[in-house]
């Protein structure tokens, strides 16, 4: 809720004093009060919940900036195919059903079958593929019937990354954003020469700096549709009071967890 704006702060449509708000980047925001630049702060539609509001901007402002690095190769205005690892993650909900939304050809990975189970759940359309079966990536071959995988999105790294580069046709891109795997990405330059294949790393917390005030406009309303349209993939781990930020800390990483953890300040 805001308490008070600064004199002369120019603020987004709808944020006023005692409105709801989102705010990212926010350091901190585990907190009674903050204060943030006027910039970064972004009003919340009155039909969402406190819980998906917290939860509106850093998660799909990557789904919005995947979708438009996906999108920038060739192959997705034709017949290409987007693969995506992590699929069951809040990250790779968002993207499920963005592609879905936008008509994109996509093959969900995830690391077991008691996950796929679950995102098949949710998105019965969409083919998933777990890694604990020994010929996934033939599996993901034939999920796709043939068509080119021109981009594959990877928040994990190592082996799997690897894995990803094998899939992809020539003249394919990995993105990388995020690093849940110890081990570094090996290759070698033959992989890339041969098939003219692209790394590309991006960051979320690189957003604000990197695109312009449009672009961040822009970015921001399709944030907020998402989460209108996809109200019921924003799932809620646990919610904790300020005192007690460890018990919140230790659920925020437990590995299996399903959901964000979310922190009230009363």
């Not at 539609?45 to 920038?72: G, H, K």
Request: aromatic content about 4%; charged content about 20%; overall charge negative.
């Amino acid at each position: 809720m805001v308490e008070a704006i600064g004199p002369g702060a120019r603020v987004a449509p709808g944020v006023e004093v005692g409105g709801r708000v989102a705010v990212f980047p926010q350091p901190g925001a585990w907190s009674q009060w903050i204060v943030a630049d006027a910039e970064v702060v972004v009003a919340v539609p009155d039909e969402l919940s406190d819980e998906v509001a917290a939860q509106m901007l850093v998660n799909p402002l990557t789904a919005v900036m995947l979708r438009r690095e996906a999108q920038e190769h060739l192959a997705f205005g034709y017949d290409g195919v987007l693969v995506q690892t992590a699929a069951g993650s809040s990250v790779g909900r968002l993207v499920t059903g963005v592609c879905q939304f936008h008509n994109m050809g996509l093959v969900n990975v995830v690391r077991s079958e008691r996950g796929a189970v679950e995102l098949r759940k949710r998105f019965p359309d969409v083919p998933v593929v777990a890694t604990e079966h020994a010929g996934w990536a033939d599996e993901v071959r034939k999920a796709v019937g043939g068509r080119p995988v021109g981009v594959a999105l990877d928040p994990i790294g190592g082996k799997l990354a690897e894995s990803l580069l094998d899939l992809l046709t020539p003249g394919g891109k990995l993105v990388s954003y995020g690093q849940i795997a110890e081990e570094p990405i090996s290759l070698h330059a033959s992989t890339l020469l041969h098939k003219s294949l692209t790394l590309r790393g991006k960051n979320i917390g690189r957003w604000l700096s990197e695109t312009s005030a449009e672009r961040r406009a822009s970015d921001v309303a399709a944030a907020k549709l998402i989460a209108l349209t996809l109200e019921d993939q924003f799932d809620v781990a646990a919610t904790y009071g300020l005192g007690e930020l460890g018990n919140a800390l230790e659920h925020a990483v437990r590995p299996g967890k399903v959901g964000l953890v979310l922190v009230r300040p009363w």
